[in-house]
C-alpha cells in the first residue's frame, strides 16, 4: 500500500512536469483527485478494511491525497505566475517610435507656409485624364512637351498624372477666379531610375489668379517659402525655361546642399538643383479653366518636393525614399 501512493506522487509529479497550461494541469487534477481517480477509490475502499487495517492506513492515504491536491495547487500557481510576467504591463518595453517620412515632413511645412499666405490646398486624383495633364495645359496631342513626360498609359485610357498641374484646370473649373490653391501630390513618369530618378515622386501645385498678379508677386511667393522651409540663406537662381502652360516660364534652381555647390552625382555635376518650375499662366490655359485672360491674370509654380526631401535632409539616393526601409529612414530621426 505505502509504495502504491508513494508511486501515485512520483507520477503525479511526472505529469505535472510536462503541463504548460491551465487546461492540462487540470486534466491531471481529475485523473490522479477526482471520482473515478485510484486514490478516491483506494479511499472508498477503507470502509471494507479491517479496524486495524483503518488504523494503519486511513491517515496515510488521506495525508496522501491532501498532498496531491497541495502539488496540484502549487502547479497551478506557478503558472498563474508565470502568465503574469507575460502580461506584465508594468514592464517597460522597448517599443521604438516611428517619425513622419521626410516627404511629408517638407509637404507639411510648405503647404503651412502657403496657407499662411492664403492659399487653399486641394488635391486631384493620381490616375488622370490625357485632357487635364496634357491638353488643357496647353499640350495638345503630338506637341514635342509629352516626350519629357512619359507616363504609363493605362487601359481605361486613362493615364497616371506627370505633374501635378491637372490641379490648374479642376482649381480653377471648380473654384473659378479670383483663385489662390496649392495641391500636394504624387506624380509619375516612365523614367529610368538612377540616383536622381524615380518613378514616383512627389510635387507640390501652385497658382494665383487675380487682377493685377505679376511676377513680383510670383518671387516674393517663392522667396518667402524656401526661407521658411531651409531656414537659412541659400543660393536660387533663376533661368528663363519652357513650360507650355506658362509664358514666360522660369526654372528656379537651388545650390545643392549634398556637395554645396561642388557638384555631385545628385546634382549631375553641376552644382545646381531643379527644383521649382513656374511663370505667368498662359491665356489659353486660363481660357481651358474657364477664367477671362483679358481680365485676369495669374501666375502658377510646380515643386518637386521628393527632391525638397532630399535636399533638406542630405539624401543622396532618391531610391531609398520610396523603399520604405525603415532602417534606412529611421536615419533621419526626424520626429
Ligand atoms: N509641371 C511642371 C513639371 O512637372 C512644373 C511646373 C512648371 C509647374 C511651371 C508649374 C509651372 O505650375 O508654372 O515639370
Given at each position: 500500500m505505502e509504495k502504491e501512493l508513494e508511486s501515485l506522487i512520483t507520477s503525479l509529479k511526472d505529469e505535472l512536469a510536462s503541463c504548460t497550461k491551465e487546461a492540462d494541469i487540470l486534466n491531471v487534477k481529475s485523473k490522479y483527485v477526482?471520482?473515478?481517480?485510484r486514490i478516491t477509490e483506494i479511499l472508498g475502499n477503507l470502509k471494507n478494511m479491517t479496524v486495524e487495517e483503518k488504523r494503519k492506513y486511513g491517515s496515510l492515504i488521506n495525508n496522501t491525497k491532501k498532498e496531491m491536491e497541495s502539488i496540484i495547487a502549487s502547479s497551478l500557481e506557478s503558472l498563474e505566475s508565470k502568465a503574469n510576467i507575460t502580461f506584465d504591463d508594468t514592464l517597460d518595453y522597448d517599443i521604438e517610435n516611428g517619425s513622419l517620412h521626410p516627404v511629408t515632413i517638407v509637404a507639411k511645412e510648405v503647404t503651412d507656409c502657403l496657407k499662411k499666405m492664403g492659399f487653399t490646398v486641394v488635391s486631384g486624383p493620381e490616375m488622370e485624364s490625357e485632357y487635364y495633364n496634357f491638353e488643357a495645359l496647353?499640350?495638345?496631342?503630338?506637341?514635342?512637351?509629352r516626350d519629357m513626360q512619359d507616363t504609363y498609359y493605362l487601359?481605361?485610357?486613362?493615364?497616371?498624372?506627370?505633374?501635378?498641374?491637372d490641379n490648374q484646370i479642376r482649381g480653377m473649373e471648380n473654384y473659378g477666379a479670383p483663385l489662390r490653391i496649392c495641391a500636394p501630390g504624387r506624380t509619375f513618369r516612365n523614367e529610368d531610375l538612377?540616383?536622381?530618378?524615380?518613378?514616383t515622386f512627389f510635387q507640390i501645385e501652385g497658382m494665383v489668379i487675380d487682377e493685377n498678379i505679376s511676377i513680383e508677386n510670383l518671387m516674393y511667393v517663392m522667396q518667402e517659402l524656401l526661407s521658411e522651409v531651409f531656414k537659412t540663406d541659400l543660393k536660387v537662381r533663376l533661368r528663363p525655361g519652357f513650360f507650355p502652360?506658362?509664358?514666360?516660364s522660369y526654372e528656379m534652381d537651388m545650390s545643392c546642399v549634398i556637395c554645396g555647390g561642388k557638384g555631385c552625382p545628385t546634382c549631375k555635376n553641376g552644382g545646381w538643383i531643379e527644383l521649382i518650375g513656374c511663370g505667368m499662366v498662359h491665356p489659353n490655359v486660363l481660357r481651358a479653366g474657364g477664367v477671362d485672360p483679358e481680365k485676369y491674370t495669374g501666375f502658377a509654380f510646380g515643386i518637386g518636393l521628393t527632391r525638397l526631401a532630399m535636399m533638406k535632409y542630405k539624401i543622396?539616393?532618391?531610391?531609398v525614399l520610396n523603399s520604405g526601409d525603415i532602417r534606412y529612414l529611421k536615419n533621419f530621426d526626424i520626429k
Open positions: 477526482g471520482k473515478k481517480s496647353n499640350v495638345p496631342k503630338d506637341h514635342p512637351a487601359d481605361n485610357g486613362m493615364l497616371l498624372r506627370t505633374q501635378t498641374s538612377d540616383a536622381n530618378h524615380e518613378n502652360f506658362t509664358e514666360p543622396s539616393d532618391i531610391r
